[in-house]
């Protein structure tokens, strides 16, 4: 299979310097997601469950687009702003994935952003 770039309108567009995703060997490489509502490109929500939620609801999007779902994750990078988030994060990370999770490890957001809080990364089958 080619390399294929990967672009939702359903999720926030990427600054030039990378795609949204990359569809290759039989699997999708979701770059780091932010929050970012999709209309409007402004972070949505104040808290960490809100954030993450909108994450992933944009990696949803994009996988879609790609012809995978979340169902077929197989890690996923968590990066947080602040590590006291952790808890908060892991709260409404549960609700998405109550079962069968996949893989995860996490990281430490190298720039301060104003008001982002969290971004998703992700691995999954095509």
């Known amino acids: 299979m080619a390399r294929q770039i990967v672009l939702s309108a359903k999720a926030p567009a990427p600054p030039p310097t990378y795609s949204q995703a990359v569809k290759a ?5 979701v770059s780091g997601t932010s929050p970012a509502d999709p209309a409007t490109g402004a972070i949505k929500g104040t808290t ?6 909108q994450c992933l609801a944009n990696v949803q999007a994009i996988l879609e687009e790609a012809g995978s779902s979340l169902d077929k994750l197989v890690s ?5 702003a602040d590590e006291d ?8 990370w549960v609700t998405w994935f109550p079962t069968n999770p996949p893989a995860r490890q996490g990281a430490k957001l190298p720039a301060r952003i104003p008001g982002l809080k969290v971004s998703i990364a992700a691995i999954a089958e095509a």
């Open 25 to 29: 060997g039989g699997f999708v490489f």
């Open 85 to 92: 988030d952790f808890a908060g994060m892991n709260e409404e």
């Open 76 to 80: 996923v990078t968590v990066i947080l």
């Open 48 to 53: 960490i469950q809100e954030q993450t939620r």
